[in-house]
Nanobody, 130 residues
Framework: VQLQASGGGLVQPGGSLRLSCVVS????????VGWFRQAPGKEREFVSC????????????FYADSVKGRFAISRDITKNTVYLQMNSLKPEDTAVYYC????????????????????WGQGTLVTVSS
């Protein structure tokens, strides 16, 4: 299983970025994906996650309070890709962003803990600065 995160970069405060996470090696769509971030000198923290889409229902998103209303997570099953649209970026959003996949619950349980995610991508750096 591999996760490939991309889309990071340098953006001014108030700007936007869209991160992508391509998941390969999982044979079904039954997995959840989470985004976490780690700023220099800080612990890794939860940003957002999305459940699997079961029986034609839409996948369920969840957000940390710090990004609620500014970030939006979505998934394209046909492309095995999860997106994190980040708007109204702030300097405190600066961090390395990681995507991770959770398969134990088949993506049915939204998890905020990095310990519940078995597979991790390499991270993409987001810098918000003027």
């Amino acid at each position: 299983v591999q996760l490939q995160a991309s889309g990071g970069g340098l953006v001014q405060p108030g700007g936007s970025l869209r991160l992508s996470c391509v998941v390969s090696g999982i044979t079904s769509d039954h997995y959840g994906v989470g985004w976490f971030r780690q700023a220099p000198g800080k612990e890794r923290e939860f940003v957002s996650c999305i459940s699997s889409a079961v029986s034609g229902s839409e996948a369920t998103p969840f957000y940390a309070d710090s990004v609620k209303g500014r970030f939006a997570i979505s998934r394209d099953i046909t492309k095995n890709t999860v997106y994190l649209q980040m708007n109204s970026l702030k300097p405190e959003d600066t961090a390395v962003y990681y995507c991770a996949a959770e398969t134990r619950s088949l993506g049915l349980v939204l998890s905020l803990s990095p310990d519940d995610y078995k597979y991790w991508g390499q991270g993409t750096l987001v810098t918000v600065s003027s």
